[in-house]
């Protein structure tokens, strides 16, 4: 009982922050325990998480997942992947690299950002174009789009956009847990980007 969160953002046009926040921490619970158990999810988009009438979230579609170790598949094309998946894509994916935690923790900003905008940061006519903005494109700021939104959740999904995945956030539980300090600070501040290559 209940629809994709595709389908929410599309009647509702984007999401409230302490709505996407809520959400979030919940996709991120799913998206660790994946993570600790050594899967990687690899598709990680609206159209594959549930949200049912009470607004409990559920992450579903594991068909592309792999385990951690056996991890030696790589994308060969990317139009092999379809075109609603390409919007969220992480850069490495997009280059036809191995997926890892990072990769999936990207993703879930591409969601974030949707959720709060009504947008995807890349857009393009062609999965191809859609992809190598992915890998050399700097996402707009959220607040761009909607200065409503607090520049603390633009920081912390900004962080989980980086093209370089030793800057991103390196695992859901961090991520989560800026996106609960959101809501109390919203003037941001608190979120570190290590420093990369």
Do not use: C, W
Not at 87 to 106: F, N, T
Not at 116 to 138: I, M, N, Q
């Amino acid at each position: 009982d209940g629809t994709t969160l595709k389908e929410m953002i599309r009647q509702m046009g984007h999401l409230s922050p302490d709505a996407v926040v809520r959400m979030g921490i919940r996709i991120l619970a799913a998206v660790d325990h994946a993570h600790v158990n050594g899967i990687v999810h690899r598709d990680i988009k609206p159209q594959n998480i549930l949200v049912d009438s009470q607004g409990n979230v559920k992450v579903a579609d594991f068909g592309i997942a792999r385990l951690k170790a056996q991890q030696t598949t790589r994308v060969a094309d990317v139009n092999s992947s379809a075109l609603g998946s390409v919007h969220y894509i992480s850069p490495e994916q997009a280059s036809g690299e191995v997926a890892d935690e990072k990769s999936d923790l990207y993703s879930v900003g591409v969601v974030l950002y949707e959720m709060l905008t009504g947008k995807v940061p890349f857009d393009g006519d062609t999965a191809v174009s859609v992809a190598l903005k992915h890998v050399s494109e700097e996402p707009r700021s959220m607040r761009e789009i909607d200065p409503s939104i607090s520049k603390a959740l633009d920081e912390v999904v900004l962080r989980a956009l980086r093209k370089d995945p030793a800057q991103r956030y390196q695992t859901a539980a961090d991520m989560a847990l800026d996106l609960r300090k959101a809501l109390g600070k919203p003037s941001g501040g608190f979120v570190k980007t290590p420093k990369g290559g």
